[in-house]
C-alpha cells in the first residue's frame, strides 16, 4: 500500500553538489514527517535530515549541517535533500523515509526506530 523510491544519486566529484529525491505514493500513505539516512560500507545506518509535512524547520545532522537542505512538495508527496559541497565521507547508500508518529521538538525524526516505511535507496558516490 506505501512505496518509497528515491532517486538521484551518482558519482560526483569532491565539492560538487546532487539533488536526491523521494516519492511518496500509496492509498493509506500518512505521515508526519519524512527522513534521510544513509549507510556507508561497514557502518551503521545514520541519520542525515528530517522534514515535517506540515512545515517548521528542517533538522540536520551535524556532519551535514551548511552543507545539505531538506525540502518538500506536498502536492506531489515529494522530498528532496539537496546536498553541496560533498566530501568522499558522504559517500553511502541514501535512504529516505516516512514516519506515522507525531512528535514535537528537536529531540525527534533522528532515530532509525521512529520511521515506519523505508525506500531502497540510491548510491552516492564522490570521488576525491
Same mark, same amino acid.
Do not use: H
Given at each position: 500500500?506505501? $512505496?518509497?523510491? @528515491?532517486?538521484?544519486? &551518482?558519482?560526483? $566529484? ?20 519524512? &527522513? ?7 557502518? @551503521?545506518? @545514520? ?8 512545515? &517548521? ?24 535533500? $539537496? ?5 568522499? @565521507? ?18 525527534c525524526y533522528d532515530e532509525v526506530g521512529e520511521y515506519d ?5 540510491? $548510491?552516492?558516490?564522490?570521488?576525491s
Amino acid at each position: 500500500q506505501v $512505496q518509497l523510491v @528515491e532517486s538521484g544519486g &551518482g558519482l560526483v $566529484q569532491a565539492g560538487g553538489s546532487l539533488r536526491l529525491s523521494c516519492a511518496a505514493s500509496g492509498r493509506t500513505f500518512i505521515s508526519y514527517a519524512m &527522513g534521510w539516512f544513509r549507510q556507508a560500507q561497514g557502518k @551503521e545506518r @545514520e541519520f542525515v535530515a528530517t522534514i515535517r509535512w506540515s512545515g &517548521g524547520r528542517p533538522y540536520y545532522a551535524d556532519s551535514v549541517k551548511g552543507r545539505f537542505a531538506a525540502s518538500r512538495d506536498n502536492v506531489k508527496n515529494t522530498v528532496y535533500l $539537496q546536498m553541496n559541497s560533498l566530501k568522499p @565521507e558522504d559517500t553511502a547508500v541514501y535512504y529516505c523515509a516516512a514516519s506515522k508518529d507525531y512528535c514535537s521538538g528537536d529531540g525527534c525524526y533522528d532515530e532509525v526506530g521512529e520511521y515506519d516505511y523505508w525506500g531502497q535507496g540510491t $548510491q552516492v558516490t564522490v570521488s576525491s
